[in-house]
């Protein structure tokens, strides 16, 4: 068995119909189980993985450093996408769902180490769905490009997350193929119910069957 050196949750899919495996990665302060709701809500008959950041924030679990509000060790950064891709790539040989059916679906940190992921290693998703994201850093190379649709669903209000960063963010996965798709809400960092049945619809637009 691979070695998974996350800790995490795998719930297989109740009917095994969809062939769809969400990957639920959280806020800073969440676990593995925080998100597994919204994963089901989101698609009801889909495995879930979630997944708990290794690095400790006062005590808080994250995915990745950051020096300040907003100010990401990008060393670190870079260190633990790298991690995060081998652990899902061996989750995938250890569970045995397919690799070509991954979704992301990330909240805050969350969002952004998936979309970091989604920057730099271009085969992990087929699709995500990302939460008050913005950019992790700025590529200096090129990637495979590949057409993974991308939700980025934002804060209008949102004081933690500018509106910049985000479009930003969408500009880089377009250009490495992603066919993205921002919404945008009235609400500020946390989420609320209309945003979560626009990306429920969303969901069921690009991935059922």
């Not at 870079?78 to 397919?98: H, K, N, Q, V």
């Not at 769905?129 to 200096?140: A, G, K, N, S």
């Not at 992603?178 to 919404?183: F, K, L, R, S």
Request: overall charge negative; hydrophobic content about 45%.
């Amino acid at each position: 068995m691979a070695d998974l050196d996350f800790i995490h949750e795998y719930i297989r899919a109740p009917l095994d119909t969809t062939g769809h495996t969400l990957v639920l990665l959280h806020g800073t302060g969440g676990n593995e189980r925080d998100l597994l709701p919204l994963g089901r809500f989101l698609a009801p008959d889909a495995a879930l993985l979630g997944v708990r950041g290794k690095v400790l924030e006062g005590g808080m679990p994250r995915f990745f450093r950051r020096l300040a509000e907003g100010v990401f060790d990008e060393e670190d950064l870079l260190f633990r996408t790298d991690e995060l891709a081998d652990f899902l790539r061996s989750a995938s040989a250890t569970y045995g769902f397919e690799r070509d059916a991954l979704i992301a679906v990330g909240y805050s940190n969350g969002a952004n180490i998936a979309a970091s992921i989604l920057l730099k290693h271009t085969d992990v998703f087929a699709g995500a769905l990302l939460f008050r994201p913005m950019v992790p850093f700025e590529p200096e190379q090129s990637a495979a490009k590949r057409a993974t649709p991308v939700l980025l669903s934002a804060g209008e209000a949102d004081v933690i997350v500018p509106a910049q960063s985000t479009k930003r963010l969408g500009e880089l996965l377009d250009a490495r193929g992603a066919n993205v798709e921002i919404q945008w809400h009235r609400g500020g960092h946390g989420l609320m119910e209309p945003e979560l049945q626009l990306a429920k619809m969303w969901f069921e637009q690009k991935f059922s069957k």
